[in-house]
């Protein structure tokens, strides 16, 4: 079946140096509000940096006429492609100090001038950065070092089509640039969503999930985007090709798992072939608070050792429900969602309350909302990235608005001199708690010594699963003034010293990029290191590709 | 918490020539009848094969000092290791022309031994043939070709052991030689199951499911065992390793994902962290026969595209219903399975009865019988490889029965001068109709061309998926006497191009072997075939481990 016809795109302005949408920064005035909260930041915001205040510099090389039309050397596009948008990203252009800003942006409109582009980079020993929606937060859109004559930044979002629905298949083949909302509207005709709802939705392409290995909304049983990979198309400078669309295959290693979470490292992801499902039309939620945490991870363990296959089962710390509004009496809140597109969702949410209440859980039952979306909207499910329900005002929904928020709000406390930043993990259940705590103590020790200021680290779970869980942290702490890198680069490296000890992965979602990597050589075993080394030196000879990240 | 003190072994004798048990074997006066079932078959059985009749020859070298006593060159042991269990190999040893005969079969007992012996083997051009249950169906434990000295076939079932559980996480970390009814019994005590149920069960072994990728007890969502490992170990010719335990990782490329369906051509697996399940409670299962098989795809579609995730769900074709004894009216039937150790199961079952219905199926009511193990069983559940359940005599256990009993009922068959063997394979909804027809058609019509005999091609779905299905056929037919090797070959061909002309995999879960080397080869994409080249040359620099499988 032929796909709609041409991919929306939004008419609001993209920041160049921090979150989202500059209509929805913080003013000055909440900064200050948002900096008062957090003892030793500064008196009054950094100013909002400009573009004409960085030294940008001429570009090192121009390309040739053949490829002129689909790269730009324009110094604003440099700079909105100089990083992502880690936290060490919005500060160093908050200090005038960005990474090396690339000197040629290109933006191809297909496969034969991805590899164009590739062909002239790898004969004038020009380093390629693959950037999406350029949200990444580990350092995975930059350039360190001087190794190369130049360096391009490739920006797939011209290509962000839908090329084909398969309806009888679910599925649909999709241009690795489209943007989360892009990709949606374009399939929400056909009545099918991908559901791949990450944090950054709004600002990530398909392309950027799927080489990083994206966690989405699903938070059990496909909590990555890996899963509902069917077919990936992959270009790189020794070779371009297709995986076969299968639903499964037993047929040697999964070849389409070797490029997935590679960061561009071994080739270019330029569409997919992408599992979708049906719009869910019956959804119930529940906020559950608990007066003890560890009892609250039992609870939460219980659940995900169930069938019951909750889609939002996310565990808040007292610090991250008070926080994000869910909780004011020093409770942790666990925010439970059930949905479905084939029956009524209430008997699991139920049953999941019962196992919580059986671990010290109280359950608002006035707050538990279970909703016919096919009978209450005539089948039309709000599909925003975190789908609002019915329950206003609940913690369900206090903390799904603050979910969305959190991202703007560093900003803001960035411009306050703050460092304020997240890491995530996962580990066994058998060294969930004791991880936790000492990701907690020895972190917040470390921040205040190393800022002399008292030091916030909360704690949530994002995804469960039957084995295990996925903790994710964030650091709040007043910064030394101009050397707001170095402090967090210092807290950084104590939390990745925790992680490595208690053997929790060095990131669940959030991907390794560059400021991983010291954490990903010690984690990966050395079959696949050889292994990975090994099919980087035959994909890309000249390693022009994303050269710094997963290997040297 | 250390794990049970000893692995327990069968007393029966297992056969070095044909599937299972010897003294599971059908007997002359059986075989006679099931020949009589085929037309064109032999009068009379061929002769049970003996090993004394072989010419297997002197080894062509002998093991060191230092790995003697590791290392056998007994004629049976040799004789036994030889071949896997696909009708070819069958077939070969029924007429005394047995594949390439191993020159040394090695029993290690642990991961210092695996080593020593890949570093002998390395440094004397010696051929390494990882070998676990010894059920290949595609060539995969055979040594084809004389470009080694000498081959040895690496027979890990000494290494059996389950280590180490952790009942927080659910998981525990076992041997690889582990034969599947090995590693349930070491479990059981501690409440908990892998519950991998592929056909081969009591033949195959853990690190043999882990090689070749093998599909199990679940029909939908988990179908693979890849989703069940939670860390592997490798022992390479380069370098040895173990990744983290870990429930979930965004760091890098998965590094156990590439050594799943390695198939012994990159390392050898020796142990595994796998994830474990409570056994189920509750199960309900129902037959549904279905006049029209196209619409039984539909009503397996739309319960694969619903949430309900049955644990079983294979449509038999009106063949193979027939040849079970599910059905003898020419319907098609399929099997539904619910199980859960969680709550009951009886909702989902009568909502995927009525998704059947709503698609022209007919539901006997007397034979869905859902059954509480924990009212009835005081919470034991019979763990047999394919749970029987009360209801004897319906469709269900007919098929339930059927299913492991059909390898012996092969050999039969074979014994007749039949050519018997199945094949299978995935591919989306799209493609599934016109691929069955297509297959049953030209694999049919090649089959009578090729014999003279009317062939039977009986088709089942095995696993389903949201966006597919996995359909196994079953071939029949009587073959020409001396010559059944080369006839199957030339069958097998015709299905090969039928499947690739479909772009329908290779193989869903039988692997790639060096039987299905031509279709996997045409089906891998370019850039994964260098990376895979690439990893073999760095892991296996002197291409000693499971020459030509995967890779030449």
Known sequence: ???????????????????????????????????????????????????????????????????????????SARAAHAMGKAYRDVIRALRARPGRIPDLVAHPTGDREVADLLDWAGEHDVAVIPFGGGSSVVGGVEYRGDAHRAVLSLDLTAMDRVL?????????????????????????????????????????????????????????????????????????????????????????????RLFLGSEGALGVITEAWMRLQERPRHKASASIAFADFHRALDAVRAIAQSDLAPANCRLLDAGEALLSGASHDGSSVLVLGFESATGPVDDRLATAIDLARAHGGHADDRLATAIDLARTHGGHADEHPVDRDASAGSAVSAWRS???????????????????????????????????????????????????????????????????????????????????????DDIKAVAGEVLHRHRATITHHHA???????????????PFALALRAAKDALDPHRILNPGVLLD
Chains 1, 2 share one sequence.
């Open 164 to 256: 084909d629905i398969d309806t009888v298949s679910r599925s649909a083949r999709i241009q690795a640039g489209a943007l989360g909302p892009v990709l949606e509207e374009q399939l929400r005709p056909h009545g099918l969503t991908l559901r791949h709802f990450p944090q950054s939705f709004e600002f990530s392409t398909l392309g950027g999930w799927l080489a990083t290995r994206a966690g989405g909304h699903y938070a059990t049983v496909h909590t990555h985007i890996d899963d509902f990979v069917q077919s990936l198309r992959v270009i790189t400078p020794a070779a371009a090709g297709t995986s076969w669309r299968l639903p499964a295959s037993g047929a040697g290693p999964s070849p389409d």
């Open 1 to 75: 079946m032929p796909a709609t016809p041409s991919a929306p795109r939004s008419s609001r302005t993209r920041s160049w140096w921090g979150w989202g949408y500059t209509d929805a920064h913080p003013d000055d005035a909440e900064c200050a509000a948002l900096g008062a909260l957090l003892p030793g930041t500064l008196a009054r915001p950094l100013p909002v940096p400009r573009i004409a205040d960085l030294s940008i510099g001429r570009p090192a090389m121009t390309p040739p006429p053949s490829l002129t039309h689909l790269v730009t050397t324009d110094p």
């Open 512 to 526: 390794v990029g560059r400021d991983h990597r010291a954490g990903y050589d010690l984690q990966r075993p050395e």
């Open 402 to 488: 603050a979910f969305l928020r959190m991202p703007y709000l560093r900003d803001g406390l960035a411009r306050m001199g703050a460092v304020v930043e997240t890491f995530e993990t996962a580990a066994t259940w058998d060294k969930i708690p004791a991880l936790i705590e000492a990701v907690r103590t020895e972190v917040g020790a470390a921040a205040l010594k190393i800022t002399g200021h008292p030091a916030t680290v909360n704690c949530r779970l994002t995804h469960v699963y039957p084995d295990g869980a996925a903790p994710y942290f964030t650091v709040a702490v007043a910064g030394r003034p101009g050397a707001e890198v170095e402090v967090w």
